[in-house]
């Protein structure tokens, strides 16, 4: 069957992304839309060979400008976000390094998660010539109470497996990183670039993080000895250094499976410091604890801080602990201000919108194939260099990311999400791979 609309939705870290992106395809799926979904790496070096139609993009920073380009003279249509412009510090330092003017003004249509990062991307928006339309995020939608049952069978299985445990999600990958990104590597240099160094850097603000956590969970496992401790390092962590700083406590484990939403629900309580993580667990109606043991307004966010119970102290943190243990804790009108200001919350799942709106970038733009070769030529010829490489950071860094993937991992997933949402998927759907880690579903 030849396709008159195609969406490709790349997934830059699966364990974050996978499930909103087949939730994207589930609905897009039932309005009649050919879907390619999988690793935002491997499918930016195949846009090559990809079919026209309508991509999404996941930040709009200046290291997508050449991706954003060759898409337009491509014929390709776009719609965006920033997938990471929910947590952040200073306003001013958000835009500066995370949103490029440039790149935003190829982009068809932007989206915010809510009013407070829209205020913060618009004067950018502004000079790109684009609005910015609050539409909140799929990954909004899989904490919707409606959305529980997708992940209350797994919780329940960690329940089992684990019994009462206090989660810890740590997201401190600068500070203890699997790899070093080449972009970050003149930061770990004995000179950093000026302005990048001493203690207001962000390496130095997670290097005192690190530090700190490092002293809380000892004091932790001693203080709840009938509970488990399960660390989680972020994707990109390097989950040997923890496994080693843990040892001789009986009680911790470092485990990084999964998505996060069915391990916070299984969890008695979360602790973190400036993650979305604290986020997700107060929207699924947790009592999230934010350790915070210094101030450091430049890079914390106002958010996830903001919505949990702020502990300053290992002793406060065990206080907090017990009270939630209790059932002494509480949602305040504050913190509930602070949620609506910063998400765009209703009663409807937000992710059917996308699919709308999706709608009017057709018919694209026609495109003659002598008109598109020297693009994908270009893009070939990248891709082909890229593959060549062997155990550079870029590409571990991936696979730490985005692991393989299988055909039948994505269907079954895709199957159990569009069974949640009462989304009818038909008999005939195909799934099958472009490339390894590169899905593409449709009907037959």
């Known amino acids: 069957m030849r396709y008159k609309k195609t969406i490709i939705l790349p997934v830059d870290i699966k364990s974050r992304e996978m499930d909103a992106r087949l939730l994207h395809a589930a609905f897009a799926l039932q309005a009649g839309w050919r879907v390619i979904v999988g690793s935002k790496t491997l499918i930016n070096r ?13 930040t709009f920073g200046h290291g997508r ?98 019994g009462r445990f206090i989660l810890i999600p740590t997201n401190l990958s600068w500070a203890n990183p699997h790899v070093i990104p080449p972009e970050q590597q003149p930061l770990h240099a004995d000179t950093p670039p000026p302005g990048r160094e001493g203690e ?17 969970i000892p004091t932790l496992a001693r203080a709840f000895p009938d ?82 119970i702020r502990a300053s102290s290992i002793e406060d943190v065990v206080q907090v ?30 992710t059917p919108h996308f699919i709308r709106r999706a709608e009017e970038l057709l018919p694209l733009p026609r495109k003659s194939t002598a008109a598109t070769l020297p693009t994908r030529t270009f893009l070939l010829l990248r891709h082909a260099r890229k593959a060549l490489r062997r155990s550079h950071a ?6 730490n990311i985005f692991p393989d993937t299988s055909l039948e991992e994505v269907a079954k997933r895709l199957h159990q999400i569009a069974l949640t949402t009462e989304t009818l998927l038909p008999d005939d759907l195909h799934i099958g791979e472009i490339a390894p880690n590169i899905f593409d579903i449709y009907l037959e």
Request: with cysteine; charged share 25%.
């Open 321 to 350: 602990v017990e009270a939630i243990r209790s059932g002494s804790a509480g949602m305040d009108e504050e913190r509930q201000k602070l949620l609506h200001w910063h998400l765009h919350i209703t009663d409807e799942l937000c």
């Open 200 to 216: 207001f850097s962000y390496l130095q603000y997670q290097k005192r993080m690190l530090e700190r956590m490092r002293a809380l």
């Open 65 to 162: 400008l050449l991706m954003a380009r060759a898409l337009k003279r491509m014929g390709f249509a776009s719609q965006g976000w920033d997938e990471e412009g929910l947590v952040y510090g200073d306003g001013g330092q958000y835009r500066r390094q995370r949103l490029s003017a440039e790149t935003m003004a190829l982009v068809d249509q932007v989206f915010a998660w809510g009013e407070a990062s829209a205020t913060d991307m618009r004067p950018v928006a502004e000079q790109a010539g684009k609005r910015v339309e609050v539409a909140g995020n799929p990954r909004l939608d899989l904490l919707h109470p409606k959305l529980r049952a997708l992940h209350e069978p797994q919780a329940q299985a960690l329940r089992q497996q684990h």
């Open 227 to 308: 509970m488990k401790i399960i660390l989680r390092p972020h994707p990109v962590e390097n989950m040997q250094a923890w496994q080693q700083w843990i040892k001789g406590l009986p009680n911790v484990e470092v485990i990084r499976e999964g998505p996060i939403i069915a391990w916070t629900l299984a969890s008695e309580t979360l602790i973190h410091s400036n993650s979305t993580t604290g986020l997700e667990a107060c929207l699924l109606g947790k009592q999230p604890i934010a350790f915070t043991p210094f101030e450091s307004p430049r890079h914390e966010s106002p958010l996830p801080n903001g919505v949990s």
């Open 46 to 58: 195949a846009m090559w060979r990809m079919p026209r139609g309508v991509y999404l993009f996941s």
């Open 394 to 399: 870029r590409d571990i860094h991936r696979r």
